[in-house]
């Protein structure tokens, strides 16, 4: 197993007080489990300032806690870090480990008696099949009341499978942006549209007119990322499906029962296709639309700062892609706009990913973990450190270490926004992790638009 581990142990015990003289585990009437010993809601522990936001969850002596899942990096430490309160104020030490074998090894261990106390599920398709091992439990009362204030009942739903809640939502991301530069707009008078048709006007334009760099075309758009190349060009479809047919067809197009070759399917292929495949709108400075296969994710749109294209589509979290000392703001260097609806008073529809913990015990610190992984407490504590959002109706958008992360939270958060998980990661893995992605690679290719549906629609179980 090829795994990351980052472990905090921040708070110790002696003489039954933890550190930051956050509790105190000597209440005779504590209740006691065999990982712990916590405190009773009416014992006599006393929470030390700056924990009276941790008070329900309890406290605890010598307890500990597995948290697994796929996130690496940066973003790992930065994860560990907003554990950091919680564990001072409630005794219970975290570890996390992180594994790209996440999809791999999770069964592994689960099947090996080897279970993580808690694991951030990356998407609600793997979810159903973790869940479909009989070793996760539902989610406990606090976690449910949880998600019911401060989430949509639709992201509750992609925690649940059958009848059963069980994986609270955790972050989230806003797919669909359209990075453009804001200096490049000011200077030939471009606006911002707010239909797909102005779009594609804009598209025309911005063809006829040229730009300063070498080979510029409109677009610059890459599919390119490893084994799972492709998977952006998925993006562009689920956009395009969900503002076109609306969400009720993109729900029947997730659940089999709209065909990849049905109207609804193929009209969104063919708009994409209407950018992909023009050789007047693709590849700024990087080649023909062949070249979109080859071009890697991350450096398409860097293009943009060359001069050779002005529009690439990806999610919010390209951000992190730009170069240090690029100004992302909307009077900056970069800036973005969603993907725009069919017609401009729509409400905003917008696709995104997210992630979900669920629990393999209903132990007395597993379910405090949860729970305050449920909360808007840790929301802001996380979102407040940087680099992710989160769809939590409790978030202070003003927490978000960006704009385009403020402005992100702001449309999750909105009454009227349609949101919908990325259609790819709720089909079978056949579909969406395997004949999804090569049929956009295939399309990109020459590949004639029926078949490239056809052997789609084949591949569904």
């Known amino acids: 197993m090829k795994r990351r581990s980052l472990s905090l142990v921040a708070v110790a015990a002696a003489s039954g007080l933890f550190i930051a003289g956050c509790s105190s585990s000597d209440d005779p009437e504590a209740s006691t489990s065999a990982e712990g010993t916590a405190t009773s809601d009416g014992g006599g522990a006393t929470m030390a300032a700056g924990c009276e936001d941790y008070g329900d969850y309890g406290t605890f002596d010598s307890a500990a806690v597995e948290l697994y899942g796929t996130i690496s990096g940066v973003e790992a430490e930065q994860l560990t870090e907003s554990l950091v309160p919680f564990e001072e104020c409630t005794g219970v030490v975290v570890t996390y480990n992180g594994s790209d074998e996440f999809e791999t090894e999770i069964n592994i261990r689960v099947e090996g008696g080897n279970a993580p106390d808690l694991a951030i599920i990356p998407q609600p398709g793997l979810l159903q099949r973790v869940v479909g091992t009989g070793a996760v439990v539902p989610a406990p009362d606090a976690v449910s009341a949880n998600v019911d204030e401060f989430w949509s009942p639709d992201w509750k739903n992609y925690g649940t499978v059958g009848t059963t809640f069980y994986a609270s939502p955790l972050m989230a991301s806003v797919k669909g942006w359209v990075w453009y530069s804001p200096t490049e707009f000011a200077e030939n008078g471009y606006e911002v549209p707010t239909t797909w048709d102005e779009l594609m006007d804009l598209t025309a ?25 492709g998977w952006s060009g998925t993006d562009w479809i689920e956009d395009l499906v969900l503002r076109q047919a609306g969400p009720d067809a993109y729900d029947a197009w997730v659940a089999g029962d709209l065909d990849f070759t049905s109207p609804e399917i193929t009209k969104a292929f063919e708009s994409f296709g209407d950018i992909a495949l023009n050789a007047d709108y693709v590849n700024g400075g990087l080649g023909d639309s062949a070249s979109i296969v080859d071009t890697a994710f991350q450096e398409a749109g860097l293009e943009i700062l060359n001069g050779s294209c002005s529009l690439h589509h990806q999610a919010s979290f390209y951000e992190a892609q730009w170069p240090e000392g690029t100004t992302v703001a909307e009077d900056g260097d970069i800036w973005a706009f969603l993907t725009p609806n069919v017609n401009a008073d729509d409400p905003a529809a917008v696709t995104g990913g997210g992630e979900f913990v669920a629990a393999f015990n209903d132990k007395p610190e597993t379910v405090a973990l949860q729970t305050y992984l449920s909360s808007d407490t840790w929301a802001n504590e996380r979102v407040s450190i940087g680099g992710v959002i989160s769809a939590n109706k409790g978030l202070d958008p003003a927490n978000a270490s960006s704009p385009i992360g403020q402005a992100s939270i702001e449309i999750l958060q909105g009454e009227d926004t349609t949101f919908r998980f990325d259609a790819s990661d709720l089909m079978p893995a056949v579909v969406g992790a395997s004949s999804f992605w090569t049929g956009m690679n295939d399309y990109v290719s020459g590949t004639p638009l029926n078949t490239v549906l056809t052997d789609i629609e084949n591949s569904w179980p």
């Open 205 to 229: 334009t911005m063809a006829d007119n040229g730009g300063p760099g070498p080979n510029y075309k409109p677009w610059c758009i890459g599919f390119e990322s490893g084994t799972a190349t």
